[in-house]
T-cell receptor, first 110, second 115 residues
């Protein structure tokens, strides 16, 4: 599976959009981009995933560049409860295991 | 809400004791996983299973062992606990969701302290 690079930490003001970048320059054609988050010491929680097209669900939007070498997770109106570590993961369709990496620590401030 | 359970939630035990951390899920998932995570650090995969009688070691070497005799049950055992085993242990299972995503569902974790 391709490796990903994320900033160590980011700050965001409450109510503003949080844009979390992820670089996956070695991604191959059959690999999906997944985003998970981990709040405090709970188990990670699925947020969204995509292959080529931009995706949106009730939690977030995922923007994938045309060359698929990077993506951005967007939380449109961040709240204090969105403070968490966000993981960008690249997976083949028939995956066997996740590699979570270090992720980005998002601090949402009042 | 995923139905995956771990017991105990907290365990303080002395060095040399044998312990088993329980994990069970009622969703019928074939794939199950054990992760180890120290506070503020990365999640490390230590064991996984594709189904009954299938177990594999993960990316982080661990002195623990696992078994998968039933689909719903994936216990982790430490034969002789040591202070270096102090950590949080998270169990997970996975399946394809209605949106086609491979989602992992995590249990609440077991926080182990070995004195």
């Amino acid at each position: 599976d391709a490796k990903t690079t994320q900033p160590t930490s980011m700050d965001c003001a409450e109510g503003r959009a949080a844009n979390l970048p992820c670089n996956h320059s070695t991604i191959s054609g059959n690999e999906y981009v997944y985003w998970y988050r981990q709040i405090h010491s709970q188990g990670p929680q699925y947020i969204i995933h995509g292959l080529k097209n931009n995706e949106t669900n009730e939690m977030a939007s995922l923007i994938i560049t045309e060359d698929r070498k990077s993506s951005t997770l967007i939380l449109p109106h961040a709240t204090l409860r969105d403070t968490a570590v966000y993981y960008c993961i690249v997976l083949k369709y028939n995956f066997n295991k996740f590699y979570f990496g270090s992720g980005t620590k998002l601090n949402v401030k009042p | 809400e995923a139905d995956i359970y771990q017991t105990p939630r907290y365990l303080v035990i002395g060095t040399g004791k044998k312990i088993t951390l329980e994990c069970s899920q009622t969703m019928g998932h074939d794939k199950m996983y054990w992760y180890q995570q120290d506070p503020g650090m990365e999640l490390h995969l230590i064991h996984y299973s594709y189904g009954v009688n299938s177990t594999e070691k993960g990316d982080l070497s661990s002195e623990s062992t696992v078994s998968r005799i039933r689909t719903e049950h994936f216990p982790l055992t430490l034969e002789s606990a040591r202070p270096s085993h102090t950590s949080q242990y998270l169990c997970a299972s996975s399946a394809v969701s209605g949106t086609g995503a491979y989602e992992q569902y995590f249990g609440p974790g077991t926080r182990l302290t070995v004195t």
